[in-house]
């Protein structure tokens, strides 16, 4: 017999999750992220690309499958609903991060499965919703955190290259394929896998896309796989294979138990603030640290390997797009110490002569000492004061770490964005019956109207 590929042991590792078995604390990460990445994509249309995509896709590639988010329940097909609700969540850019795949899981996996269920008549078997939202979260973790960095370095996105594989497995679980289709979904979707992190040095904003593609042609690879569409057992480690291909050969996949260490979903962190995933630590900690602009005369940020030279972190000055804003953590400190918050106005800012000041006084560094989000801050004041703050590779600052929290972040935004906070408990109530009774109704509703 012949021994097993990366993608049947794969496939065979995460789809052996059963909601009855996990832990309480996974079903928590579930609800909790859930509410988050489908939360906020109602507040991704204030980014005009996305508000001009989801536009796009209600008006050319309407159907009667899946919600499209503020466009109506059945409004789209279910691969199109997918890219449409994956994009306004990323677009937003408060959603979730995973550091070590450099990825944001949630925004392709759940968009994906939610648009399976509605597919289906709205409902999923028993526990499926939870054991597809983790078997993805797996799926990107360990493919994500064996190849982010050599991805990362060839010029390729993590955010999309593996996230569309664990999207695939969760929308193959939605609908129920065998481990043979959903080996045959990966190869499929491995024709997809795409993104270059070329619009970090362009100051474009097409990057957005990129996830939501990811979202689209997971759904579509599921459905083609189970339609009878076949391809390569051996996708991942073959030659000219996903690995060669993205990271420059093969790299050692952790194949350990579920179980055996934490879940993948729950060792995905939460955003509050509006900047990238690498510059919630500084921001939280320049939050509690409480300085003032007018009195800071330098910032100095030491960052992990990954995050200080991941493109446009740690750039300060020359500011041409909201792109380059969002991800650098100059910028982000500006906004902290000059506004107290950090909201799409402020990167309307770019050429704010107070914001430019305060960021050209930050510089960022790496420390090959520190692990993914953890971040170490030196500021030195007007008075010659030094301030110090860090938080250690196992605790980085992220504040939205309960579902209470999230909602009440939730509401607070939707108010600021003009938005009736009280679509915040449809959205809640909607989330857990999809969590607890994997029932899609009701956050359709939510999400579409």
């Known amino acids: 017999m012949a021994e097993s590929t990366l993608a049947e042991k794969l496939v065979a590792l995460v789809t052996a999750v059963k909601a009855n ?80 795949s450099s990825s944001h899981p949630g925004v392709v996996v759940m968009p994906a499965v939610l648009a399976i269920a509605e597919l289906k008549g709205g409902r999923l078997e028993p526990g499926r919703y939870v054991e597809a939202v983790v078997a993805g979260h797996e799926m990107i973790g360990r493919l994500g955190g064996a190849a982010a960095i050599p991805t990362t370095e060839r010029g390729f996105r993590p955010p999309s290259v593996y996230t569309v594989f664990g999207g695939t497995v969760a929308a193959g679980m939605a609908l129920g394929l065998d481990a043979g289709q959903q080996v045959n979904a990966l190869a ?66 952790d194949l350990s138990a579920l179980g055996s260490r934490k879940f993948e979903v729950e060792r995905t962190r939460l955003k509050a603030a509006l900047t990238c995933g690498w510059n919630q630590s500084l921001v939280n900690q320049l939050r509690e640290m409480s300085l003032v602009a007018g009195s800071v005369k330098s910032v100095d940020v030491k960052m992990s390997l990954i995050a200080g030279e991941y493109p446009g972190v740690a750039k300060k000055a020359g500011f041409r797009t909201r792109s380059e804003a969002l991800l650098s953590a100059p910028f982000a400190t500006a906004l902290q110490l000059v506004r107290g918050s950090l909201d799409h106005d402020g990167y309307a800012l770019l050429d704010d002569p107070q914001l430019l000041a305060v960021a050209d006084r930050v510089s960022v560094s790496s420390d090959p000492a520190l692990q993914g989000y953890a971040t170490v801050i030196d500021a030195v004041l007007d008075s010659g004061k030094k301030v110090h703050s860090e938080d250690g590779n196992d605790a980085p600052r ?3 770490d309960t579902a209470d929290r999230v909602l009440e972040t939730l509401r607070r935004n939707y108010a600021s964005a003009g938005v009736d906070p009280a679509r915040v408990d449809a959205l809640a109530a909607g989330v857990r019956k999809l969590v607890d009774a994997d029932d899609a109704t009701a956050i359709g509703e939510a999400l579409g109207g």
Do not use: C, K
């Open 188 to 253: 499929i979707a491995a024709q997809g896998a795409s993104g270059i992190t070329h619009p970090f040095f362009s100051g474009t904003d097409e990057w957005f896309l990129a996830p939501a593609l990811a979202a689209r042609h997971a759904v579509t690879s599921a459905l083609l796989a189970q339609a009878g569409v076949a391809g390569s057992r051996e996708v991942f480690e073959g030659a000219e294979g996903v690995f060669t291909a993205f990271a420059g050969g093969n790299v050692e996949v």
């Open 398 to 400: 992220f504040s939205l």
């Open 21 to 100: 078995a996990l832990p309480s604390s996974v079903r928590d990460a579930v609800y909790r992220n859930s509410l988050q990445v489908l939360g906020v994509a109602r507040l991704g249309l204030q980014n005009p690309i996305a508000r001009d995509a989801v536009d796009y896709i209600a008006r050319f590639e309407s159907g009667r499958d899946a919600t499209i988010v503020a466009h109506g329940v059945r409004a789209g097909n279910a691969s199109s609903a997918a890219f449409a609700n994956a994009l306004a969540s990323h677009a937003d850019f408060r959603e979730d991060t995973h550091s070590e």
